[in-house]
Structure formats: C-alpha cells, structure tokens
C-alpha cells in the first residue's frame, strides 16, 4: 500500500543553523505534498505544501524541494529559531492524505 | 466558523466498551479522515470519506468504523474496546482529495483500561 518514510526521526541544531528534513513516498499517483507542524498537546498545522507540478516553493524561512521522479521530497528551514522546535511531518496524497512517521526538531540557543 | 471539531476531548474506556468520536466540520468540505497518533508512529490514518454516504479504510481500519450520513459529520465507532487502541485520535477535513490543505481537529485523547 501507500507509504511515506521520513528521516531523521530526530534532529537538534543550534539557532542559527539550517535544518533538512527528508521523505520519500511509495504511490506515484501522489500529486500533493504538505508539511505540518505540531508543537507538544497540539493540532497538526499546515507550515508549507507544494503540488506535483512544481520543483520547488519557498516562504520566508522554509522551503520545500520536490522530485518526482526519484519520489522524494524534503523541507528546508533556515536560520532556525527555538520557537521552530517542534514535531514536523511530512505527507503525500493522491485522495488518501499518508504522513510519514514525524521528526522531532530541537533548536538550541 | 469553528473550523474542524472534535467531541469528546477526552476519554476514559473500559475494555469492551463502545464509544463513538464525533467530528464535525462547518467549511462544506467534501473529505474527511479520522487519524490516530502514537508516540513514534506519526499520523496512521483509520479511515477516510470522498463524500457524504462514502467511506473507504485507510492503513490501520480492524476495530473501527466510520459513518458519514451528513456531510458536515464523520463518526468514528469502537464496538469493543481494546488497550492496543490507548491514543490520540484526529479528525480532519479538507476541500478536495488532490491539491487542497486539510484542517486538523483539535484530537481526542482516549485511554483503554
């Protein structure tokens, strides 16, 4: 079935410094990739998404590459600040919305 | 506009009870997902709905099911509850299946003694 794998699971920078969180996805169909934030007790929160027919799309901070050949996508934040600690996911869908497993950031001052 | 919402916010089963999670959506949005999330494992969606009257399993569907008779409502039914269904449960909701944001509930939390 459909699937979504993510990594690191975990990732600690200090402020300042670039983060890069990785996904790849298994059903070629999929032609909508959104990335949620979820800060500790809350409801997942869409940060960024971008569509099958387009490489890539920034917002201030964070950006987003995608491949659709290699089916993979992956989520660019820069000069990270402690407020962007938090669990962030990715997803993929073609009618099913799959997320992958989460990472965990942590952003030290 | 309230957006995505979930009743109740918290739960407390004994095992073989029955519970139904109530999630509800005022943006006249055409797909709904229920998800649970436990520590490690992300988001695993239970099942989802194209429409009102359709229903279709998602990754982890055995011991639940869902009823979408109105639009604005997607109903999550546990007939017997068991311990291994100890977890956070979102609901969701978005425009379409294809390019559109999905709206998250604000979960339930529910605990199987």
């Known amino acids: 079935g459909e699937n979504v794998e993510q990594h690191p699971s975990t990732l600690s920078v200090q402020e300042g410094d670039s983060a890069v969180i990785k996904c790849t996805y298994s059903d070629s169909a999929s032609n909508y990739f959104p990335w949620y934030k979820q800060e500790l007790g809350k409801r997942p929160q869409l940060i960024i998404d971008i569509r099958s027919n387009v490489g890539e799309k920034k917002d201030q901070r964070i950006a987003v590459t995608l491949n659709k050949t290699a089916k993979h996508f992956s989520l660019h934040i820069t000069e990270t600040q402690p407020e962007d600690s938090a669990v962030y996911f990715c997803a993929a869908r073609y009618n099913k919305l799959i997320f992958g497993a989460g990472t965990r950031l942590a952003v030290h001052p | ?113």
């Open chain 2, 1 to 113: 506009n309230a957006g995505v919402t979930q009743t109740p916010k918290f739960r407390v089963l004994k095992t073989g009870q029955s519970m139904t999670l109530l999630c509800a959506q005022d943006m006249n949005h055409e797909y709904m997902y229920w998800y649970r999330q436990d520590p490690g494992m992300g988001l695993r969606l239970i099942h989802y709905s194209v429409g009102e009257g359709t229903t279709a399993k998602g990754e982890v569907p055995d011991g639940y099911n869902v009823s979408r008779l109105k639009k604005q409502n997607f109903l999550l039914g546990l007939e017997s509850a068991a311990p291994s269904q100890t977890s956070v449960y979102f609901c969701a909701s978005s425009y379409s299946g294809q390019d559109t944001e999905a709206f998250f509930g604000q979960g339930t939390r529910l605990t199987v003694v």
